[in-house]
């Protein structure tokens, strides 16, 4: 075989490993599975290291890593279990906006209900470049539309989510779809293929040529010249046909003989099978001439390696074929048997009775390439260690400041974004996009599950360790305030190369982070994906994303109806600050605002602190002590003030004392922190409260007046209309997304 060919596939290195493996030349279909199931993108080649550094278990945990999704215990008594996980779809939403990131909603429900849960949420984690280059607002309103499209049509709403905007992600945006599904334990499925003999039964839409090799796509680094040549890679969905395989799956289950079913993602039927056969210890063998396809003159290459939506594969009990078969034609799907499971553990491919392929299933999966990738300092790292933020100049009119953090697109109301998704369909949502958490009643049981999707990617950046550390503490923290218990973890780690020593120590530092503070939270990491190689090839080298570590949190609140929400709620009430104000700015909006850039340590977390905080704050919710809790996070306490403001117009009056430069302790951005308020009746079990939990507690002032006002040290500073705010607020990302 040609040697170009060869590592258009994979490395030479890794050529000569398979010809060991085999004892022989594969030919180019065995390449192309190879170069599917060894990719960065199912391999997880250069991250399974490190990825076991993570915790997994807990009482409540019913399925960690290494299945289709993760699945926790919401309800013991009446045993229902929540099943979730995030993904990635990241380069194929910068070259086709609309499709790559429809496809990824689309793919990350299948992994849901894979597992027999009925999908009742989404989220998306964004990251997008400036909004004043042109092709960055069409891929934003293009992923927006491809999110809101996918998920309304299919009828699971969409509840939450986050958007970051920074000149990293100009040409590498960042598209992370997360999905949740309820399932009571009994009715959990797996992808374990079983049974010699059992059928193996292909069901959903045909196949066809779109998305081949969009696994590999997925694990390489390309150059804005060549995105015209890569849209073939990119699946178009159909969400129509995605909710007639979601009830055509869920009504099969509900009968006898399904043994395995698994979800066609990256990778397609190569992945499906390969991976299905791996979990059980067995053998699948496949007649690909009985593959439905959509398209002329297709090949067994292109068939094993297409990655067309709305497709699953199944094995099901001898005998019971036919049955489970009807279930989806019922529903207008094909279902065709297209192979049997086998004893010998190999992946055996025919074609109009001649073998095409034989390939061990190990090869394909255990024995793939492990890579220890070396790692080192970044020298940015370095450079930044003597940074002093006192460089940055006080501003002289601070209403200015906060207006202009306010129509920041990172800070700024995503109303414009999340009013265009649906996300009352099913009428289990009971705190709207918007607060610090999505909160879902469960039906049949009093039980609340809370969800938040957090990443702040400059503190990343600046220290990875701590910024991993925090991407947990902040989303563990916003599903707190609504008075849920964090329960677990999943997380999409975005990252650059991990062929660049340093792009690895950003890895390996924010693995070690995360790791840490899911031990000490008890969040555990139950599911999960590794997107490498976000950068772009540039005429001065390569420009690649801050490091992103999207962790998405879910907890559960025992009763619903005690459930909190971020706004101030009526005249007269104290507001309380719970934490500690030490006016660190380094990573911060304001900073950003103030210098154009992001420079010196970042931030940091006391993760003792933080439990001490969280079961503090859970508690009083739980116990009706306060009436409203929102974390201080983009934009410090002020932001956090005039956010709490805006839903009811309700202003507020506060002072500080602190020994602190007034900007910032006004825009400082440290962590566990988090603002309450209470009636004044309350006031004094509040502040006993958190004192007997050695939870600093301090009332900064009142709600009420039409205004926000915040002094420091009996100097007015901030002194803003809420509506002229509110608007501010509310208008500006709309406005700079249309070019104004």
């Known amino acids: 075989m040609d040697r170009k060919v060869i590592e258009s596939h ?79 779809h990241n380069h194929p939403s910068y070259i086709e906006p609309f499709h790559g990131a429809a496809t990824g909603v689309g793919g990350i429900l299948r992994d849901v209900f894979t597992m027999g849960a009925r999908p009742v949420a989404c989220m998306d984690s964004l990251r997008f470049g400036e909004l004043h280059d042109p092709k960055m607002r069409y891929v934003a309103k293009g992923v927006v539309s491809g999110i809101s499209h996918y998920g309304n049509c299919v009828g699971v709403p969409t509840v939450g989510g986050e958007v970051y905007f920074d000149s990293c992600y100009q040409t590498n945006p960042l598209v992370n779809a997360f999905a949740l599904g309820i399932v009571r334990k009994d009715n959990i499925f797996y992808a374990r293929a079983a049974g010699v003999g059992n059928p193996v039964i292909y069901v959903g839409a045909k196949t066809g040529r779109d998305g081949i090799h969009g696994a590999t796509m997925a694990s390489e680094e390309f150059s804005s010249e060549e995105e015209v040549e890569k849209k073939v890679n990119v699946q178009v969905g159909d969400p129509f046909m995605e909710k007639l395989l979601i009830e055509a799956c869920l009504e099969a289950m509900e009968k006898e003989g399904i043994v395995a079913i698994q979800d066609m993602g990256a990778a397609g039927l190569t992945s499906s099978s390969v991976e299905m056969a791996s979990r059980g210890g067995v053998g699948v063998e496949l007649w690909l001439d009985r593959v439905p396809t959509r398209e002329e003159g297709m090949t067994p290459y292109e068939i094993m390696l297409s990655e067309s939506q709305e497709r699953m594969l199944v094995v099901c009990e001898k005998g019971k074929e036919e049955e489970i078969m009807e279930v989806f034609r019922k529903w207008d799907l094909d279902a065709v048997v297209i ?23 190990k090869a394909l999966t255990d024995e793939a390439p492990v890579y220890y990738r070396p790692f080192k300092v970044p020298k940015y790292i370095l450079e930044n260690a003597s940074y002093d933020q006192r460089e940055i100049p006080e501003p002289e009119d601070y209403n200015q400041v906060v207006r202009e953090l306010l129509s920041s697109p990172t800070i700024a109301s995503k109303r414009w974004i999340w009013e265009q ?22 039906k049949g049981s009093k039980k609340g599950i809370a969800i938040s999707s957090d990443c702040n990617s400059r503190y990343c950046y600046l ?7 925090i991407a947990v503490a902040e989303a563990a923290r916003n599903v707190a305030c609504t008075g849920a218990v964090p329960r677990a973890i999943t997380d999409c780690l975005n990252f650059g190369s991990p062929e660049d020593p340093e792009i690895m120590w950003q890895f390996v530092k924010a693995t070690d982070g995360m790791a840490d503070a899911c031990k000490v939270l008890e969040t555990p990491v139950v599911s999960g994906n590794v997107s490498f190689y976000n950068e772009t090839k540039t005429e001065d080298g390569k420009r690649a994303v801050y490091p992103t570590p999207t962790v998405v949190c879910v907890g559960v609140i025992d009763d619903v109806e005690k459930r909190m929400t971020s706004d101030f709620k009526d005249e007269g009430d104290y507001i309380i600050l719970l934490g500690e104000n030490t006016g660190n700015v380094s990573g911060s909006e304001y900073q950003k605002l103030r210098t154009g850039g992001i420079k010196g340590r970042g931030q940091s977390v006391d993760l003792r602190f933080e439990k001490t905080l969280q079961e503090a704050l859970i508690e009083a919710i739980k116990e009706g002590l306060i009436k409203h809790a929102h974390d201080v996070s983009e ?17 507020f009056t506060v002072e500080f004392d602190d020994d602190l430069r007034s900007d910032f302790l006004l825009f400082g951005e440290e962590q566990s922190r988090v603002v309450v308020s209470t009636s004044p009746e309350n006031l004094e ?11 600093p507690a301090k009332v900064i002032g009142r709600v009420g007046g039409e205004e926000g006002v915040i002094k420091h040290k009996g100097k007015e500073l901030v002194r803003l209309s809420i509506k002229e705010a509110k608007e501010i607020y509310e208008s500006s990302l709309e406005k700079k997304l249309l070019g104004e």
């Open 10 to 88: 994979v490395t030479w290195e890794e050529y000569q490993r398979i010809k060991e493996l085999l004892g022989r030349e594969p030919n180019l279909v065995e390449l192309g599975i190879f170069s599917a199931m060894w990719s960065e993108h199912c391999s997880y080649k250069s991250s399974r290291p490190h990825l076991k550094k993570f915790p997994t278990k807990a009482p409540w945990v019913v399925q960690g890593p290494g299945e289709n999704a993760g699945i926790i215990m919401v309800d013991e008594e009446k045993e229902i279990c929540a099943a979730f996980k995030v993904e990635s």
């Open 635 to 651: 934009g410090g306490i002020a932001v956090n003030l005039f956010e709490s403001a805006f839903p009811r117009e309700l202003g």
């Open 463 to 469: 220290n990875p360790y701590e910024g991993g550390k």
């Open 421 to 442: 998704y649906d996300h009352m369909v099913q009428i289990n949502t009971v705190v709207y996009p918007g607060s610090d958490a999505a909160l879902l009643r469960v």
């Open 685 to 695: 079990e509040v502040l006993d409260f958190f004192k007997k939990r050695t939870v």
């Open 339 to 361: 192979g049997e499971v086998i004893s010998e553990p190999v992946l055996r491919l025919y074609w109009h009775g001649d073998k095409v392929a034989e390939l061990p299933i």
